[in-house]
């Protein structure tokens, strides 16, 4: 699986958009771009994947740039809630293949 | 509908001991992966079953052994407990269909000490 890389952290104020940035130079044509989240102690939780069209869903949007090489996922109103670890994660398509985290990216949303 | 379970929440055990972790997928679910997560670092694979067979495996040494029950539960068997196997166990459950893409939904982890 391609590998990616994210800044260590960053912080944004509650109720604005926060932008998680994402870089997959390696990807390959039949890898998804997963998105999980981890709160503190507790077990990682899927927000969103996509292929190379942009998706939503309730929780965030993942915008994907045209040539697949990053990726970025946007939570459109932060709360205090989504200060948590986030992990982009490329991923192989096929039977199940499984997640290979790398350190994520810390989000601080300040009140 | 209950999500993935995993037993026990947390659990002290002696260097040398063995330890056996279980988790319940989630409903609908047919595959059990299980990860190790160390203090500050992302979960890395261990193991995934699926039709209870081993069907793919991390680079973890053969101290860490599993199963898969006919209900789709599993157990993650850890022998000869070093103090480096203390981390929070991560068991994620999907459903292997005839799709492209399968979310794994993670259980709440069994934080295992090794003293």
């Known amino acids: 699986d391609a590998k990616t890389t994210q800044p260590t952290s960053m912080d944004c104020a509650e109720g604005r958009a926060a932008n998680l940035p994402c870089n997959h130079s390696?990807?390959?044509?039949?890898?998804?771009v997963y998105w999980y989240r981890q709160i503190h102690s507790q077990g990682p939780q899927y927000i969103i994947h996509g292929l190379k069209n942009n998706e939503t869903n309730e929780m965030a949007s993942l915008i994907i740039t045209e040539d697949r090489k990053s990726s970025t996922l946007i939570l459109p109103h932060a709360t205090l809630r989504d200060t948590a670890v986030y992990y982009c994660?490329?991923?192989?398509?096929?039977?199940?293949?499984?997640?290979?985290f790398g350190k994520g990216i810390t989000l601080s949303v300040r009140p | 509908d209950a999500g993935v379970t995993q037993s026990p929440t947390h659990l002290i055990k002696t260097r040398g001991q063995q330890v056996t972790l279980r988790c319940s997928p989630k409903?609908?679910?047919?595959?059990v992966s299980w990860y190790q997560q160390a203090l500050g670092q992302g979960p890395q694979f261990i193991f995934q079953y699926y039709e209870e067979e081993e069907r793919q495996r991390g680079n973890f040494p053969d101290r860490f052994s599993g199963h898969q029950f006919p209900n789709y539960s599993s157990e993650l068997n850890v022998n000869a407990l070093l103090l480096g196997d203390s981390a929070l166990y991560l068991c994620?459950?999907?459903?292997?269909?005839?799709?492209?893409?399968?979310?794994?939904?993670f259980g709440p982890g069994t934080r295992l000490t090794v003293t």
């Open positions: 994620a459950s999907s459903f292997t269909g005839t799709g492209t893409s399968y979310e794994q939904y």
């Open positions: 390696t990807i390959s044509g039949n890898e998804y």
């Open positions: 994660i490329v991923r192989s398509t096929g039977a199940n293949s499984k997640l290979t």
């Open positions: 409903s609908g679910h047919d595959t």
